[in-house]
């Protein structure tokens, strides 16, 4: 079956620097996407690679390997806000269904 | 800016009840979705629909419908709602079928099945 596979939970401490893996066991798909999601709050996007390798939009950075079958999402100059949940998602090649990583809870401390 | 909206933030219903939540979306979006959300199990896709009145089963489609008559309406039906279905449901859309197209959440219902 197809799976997406991150670390439960990660904690940094303000201004650092922290890597959100996503590890993947799909058959094909298009590109990888993260969401954050606030404690009671929507899933908002982030970010996509379409290909692999690195883009990066401001403090937050996303890399894609697919022959690593792995990516992660980057966050630099952690800031207390960014405390959330993180989640990775690949659409289904061929259909129109997503699947979701198991999401990773990140916690930055003062 | 897209807004997905959906009926209720929280709902309580009895074991055996028929069960609806509703979903708007504002924006003429083609796509919707329904998921489940639960502890360690990430968001899981029980249904979408890629255009109106055209829907597909996902992951977990068992004790549930879904009906979209209206492009921005996507309704998910609990047929006889039952204490393993207490959980948070989100809602999403998206533009089109491009790979890059985002979804949108709705803030989700909680509901709690007793």
């Known amino acids: 079956g197809q799976s997406l596979e991150q670390p439960s939970e990660v904690t940094a401490v303000e201004g650092a620097i922290v890597q959100i893996n996503c590890t993947y066991q799909?058959?094909?798909?298009?590109?990888l996407s993260w969401y954050q999601q606030h404690d009671g709050g929507a899933p908002t996007f982030l970010s996509y690679?379409?290909?692999?390798g690195l883009e990066e939009t401001g403090r937050f950075s996303s890399f894609l390997s697919r022959s690593d079958s792995y990516g992660y999402l980057l966050l630099q100059e952690l800031q207390m806000k960014d405390s959330a949940s993180y989640f990775c998602?690949?659409?289904?090649?061929?259909?129109?269904?997503?699947?979701f990583g198991t999401g990773t809870r990140l916690k930055v401390l003062a | 800016d897209v807004k997905v909206t959906q009926s209720s933030r929280y709902l309580v219903k009895r074991t055996g009840e028929k069960v609806f939540l509703e979903c708007v979306q504002d924006?003429?979006?083609?796509?919707m979705f329904w998921y489940r959300q639960d502890p360690g199990l990430g968001l899981r896709l029980i249904y979408f629909?890629?255009?109106?009145?055209?829907?597909e089963k996902g992951d977990i489609p068992e004790g549930y419908s879904v009906s979209r008559e209206k492009k921005e309406r996507f309704s998910l039906i609990l047929e006889s709602a039952s204490t393993n279905q207490t959980s948070m449901y989100l809602c999403?859309?998206?533009?089109?079928?491009?790979?890059?197209?985002?979804?949108?959440f709705g803030d989700g219902t909680r509901l709690s099945i007793l």
């Open positions: 999403a859309s998206r533009l089109g079928t491009a790979s890059n197209q985002p979804q949108h």
């Open positions: 799909t058959s094909g798909f298009y590109g």
């Open positions: 690679n379409a290909l692999d």
């Open positions: 998602a690949v659409r289904d090649r061929g259909t129109y269904k997503y699947i």
């Open positions: 924006m003429d979006h083609e796509n």
């Open positions: 629909s890629y255009d109106v009145k055209m829907k």
